[in-house]
């Protein structure tokens, strides 16, 4: 009778925070801060578990549910227009994904010996580009979540600050594009709302599960987001994915990720965010200059160049090309190939560091 009570407790307190979570995420959403449905009720449950003194961690289930929302939305974001525009300027762009890769592991590297934390959780807070994805999938990888949101959404909120001040001497008010949604510009038949979630939690089983066979790593992510760039890219049907639904999975897997804070990590990040400071205002003058080098090497318009190779940011910089003139569409393809090579190396790399520090801690 009193486990009864004990998990009624629990589901009315599961509530009261999924309600607490949307009510401070809408209004963060009013305010205009950044990803608030991810942000928001990861630092609300980061009070919680400070208040209760003790980490309380919601069922498996949510965090699974949030990261193969996020997965298919991020898949959802690709398609055959991106890949096309993109090999035009493959080995140009390919030279700057790496001197942006390469100084993203030193930065990681040095926020592991300096800061002491684990090398797969200051790899993947440190990687740039895809911040929601990533901190997705560190989860599933035994990264610390929370370190991993910290460090990347510091960069982004620079990055997003700093980067659109130093555009604007390089603006070209006469030159505006408008941004190329990639989307298939067929009109295709569309399906109600219900059957196409159906249809994709079942293709999204389906993957988690052939994945587990294989050991893919970081599965729980990786699984969807390959299942979801299949379904996008060969449906016969038009497949919407409502916005609140993504930010339901935003709201699950902070909020689960929060709650499993411990209070002992507050140190650790304090000297990493400090770190963190000094390696993103070098990340971005590093990045700068490859986008300078891609202009050289490409002829395309500084401003464009320099927008397409910056450290992650996407919304800000799309917003910030529109605003000033620039070719947009090339802005939007080099910041999603990137992306995309970061969601299929990444995990790979950073399972390949977790195994060998591993072997080390044995030895």
């Not at 990687?127 to 982004?156: K, T």
């Not at 001040?165 to 006469?174: C, E, G, K, L, R």
């Not at 002992?264 to 963190?276: F, N, R």
């Amino acid at each position: 009778m009193s486990s009864a009570i004990l998990d009624y407790k629990n589901i009315i307190r599961i509530i009261g925070l999924i309600i607490l979570a949307i009510a401070f995420s809408w209004f963060g959403e009013i305010l205009n801060l950044p990803i608030p449905y991810l942000l928001i009720p990861l630092f609300l449950g980061v009070l919680v578990v400070v208040i209760e003194k003790k980490p309380q961690p919601l069922p498996k289930l949510f965090s699974i549910i949030g990261q193969a929302i996020i997965a298919i939305v991020t898949a959802s974001r690709f398609s055959v227009e991106t890949f096309t525009q993109a090999q035009d300027f493959f080995f140009p762009l390919l030279f700057c994904i790496l001197i942006t890769a390469t100084l993203s592991l030193i930065n990681g590297y040095i926020i592991y010996k300096w800061a002491n934390i684990d090398l797969a959780t200051s790899f993947l807070g440190c990687i740039p580009g895809a911040g929601p994805s990533l901190v997705a999938m560190s989860e599933d990888m035994g990264a610390d979540a929370i370190a991993v949101a910290v460090l990347q959404y510091l960069r982004i909120l620079m990055v997003s600050v700093i980067i659109p001040i130093i555009a604007s001497f390089y603006s070209n008010q006469t030159s505006t594009s408008p941004i190329i949604v990639t989307t298939n510009q067929q009109l295709l038949p569309s399906l109600p709302l219900i059957v196409n979630i159906i249809l994709i939690s079942i293709f999204v089983f389906i993957s988690i599960k052939i994945g587990e066979k294989i050991q893919l790593p970081s599965n729980l992510f990786l699984a969807p987001f390959f299942c979801g760039l299949l379904i996008f890219s060969f449906s016969p049907y038009e497949i919407d994915i409502p916005s609140y639904i993504f930010r339901g999975g935003l709201l699950l897997l902070g909020l689960s990720i929060g709650v499993k804070f411990e209070v002992e990590t507050i140190q650790k990040l304090l000297k990493a965010v400090l770190i963190e400071v000094g390696l993103v205002l070098l990340l971005i003058f590093t990045c700068f200059l490859a986008g300078y080098g891609f202009h050289l090497m490409t002829k395309i318009d500084t401003l464009t160049a320099l927008l397409g190779s910056t450290p992650g940011g996407l919304t800000a910089m799309m917003a910030t090309v529109i605003e000033l003139g620039g070719d947009s569409a090339l802005v939007l393809t080099m910041q999603m190939m990137r992306m995309l090579l970061i969601l299929t190396l990444s995990p790979f790399f950073a399972a390949s560091l977790m195994k060998k520090s591993s072997e080390t801690t044995q030895n």
